[in-house]
């Protein structure tokens, strides 16, 4: 059950331009959502997240976005650098069921 | 700090053979969580513990998979017997508490090949 989507397999972008991940979910219990990013060879790490209280929230260059209403989310990464290049995962969950639901993931690619 | 530790890194093994996987979670964290991660896909949660207590199995293929974390700690993941979609790489991950806020800490996993 695909119940977070992440459309775009790949992004590339020039270093210094911003990045826009995206992220979609159908299912409408789902109030909490994170971002996490992923090297090769090594685990996903936490980057960001997002209660469903609020439309955005900011850390440093990264900035997570959240339309309830269009079951939609972003992810902002402004200005782009080479390090970030990775795929990142979206996830969601839900404060009362500990179960998160990851995307399949999207690769960027920062280019110097 | 340590990190979540697995073991082994990868494995090959033919189908209908039996595999274990092994975690040792960051130390002090009440929570753990086997995901499996099969290529082009997300991780997909299999079982998680709350200290040595199963909290949700739901998606465990318990015909196969089985898992246990004895006193509340190391986890041993195993397949038995294995079969060719298996092939994947299992994460370990572990979390302070059973709060989806409680940062999910990621091991580096152990990539499975059935043949």
């Known amino acids: 059950d695909q119940q977070v989507k992440q459309n775009s397999p790949s992004l590339s972008v020039q270093e210094g331009r911003i990045s826009i991940l995206n992220c979609d979910y159908t299912?409408?219990?789902?109030?909490?959502f994170l971002w996490y990013k992923k090297y090769p060879a090594e685990g996903p790490t936490f980057l960001i997240s997002?209660?469903?209280?609020?439309d955005k929230n900011e850390d440093g260059r990264f900035t997570v976005f959240l339309n309830k209403s269009a079951k939609h989310l972003s992810l902002h990464i402004v200005p782009s650098q080479p390090g970030d290049s990775a795929v990142y995962f979206c996830?969601?969950?839900?404060?009362?069921?500990?179960?998160?639901?990851f995307g399949a993931g999207t690769r960027l690619t920062v280019k110097p | 700090e340590a990190g979540v530790a697995q073991s082994p890194r990868y494995k090959i093994i033919e189908k209908r053979q039996s595999v274990a996987f092994w975690c040792n979670p960051i130390?002090?964290?009440?929570?753990l969580y086997w995901y499996q991660q099969i290529l082009g896909q997300g991780p997909k949660l299999l079982i998680q513990?709350?200290?040595?207590?199963?909290?949700?199995d739901s998606q465990l293929p318990k015909d196969r998979f089985s898992a246990e974390r004895l006193k509340g700690v190391d986890s041993t993941l195993k397949i038995q017997p294995a079969k060719l979609e298996d092939s994947a790489v299992y994460l370990c991950?572990?979390?302070?508490?059973?709060?989806?806020?409680?940062?999910?800490?990621f091991g580096p996993g152990t990539r499975l090949t059935v043949l």
């Open positions: 997002i209660s469903s209280i609020k």
């Open positions: 299912n409408s219990m789902f109030d909490y």
């Open positions: 991950a572990s979390s302070l508490a059973h709060r989806p806020t409680d940062t999910q800490y």
């Open positions: 996830a969601a969950s839900n404060y009362n069921n500990n179960d998160m639901r």
């Open positions: 130390s002090g964290h009440a929570t």
């Open positions: 513990f709350q200290n040595n207590g199963v909290v949700d």
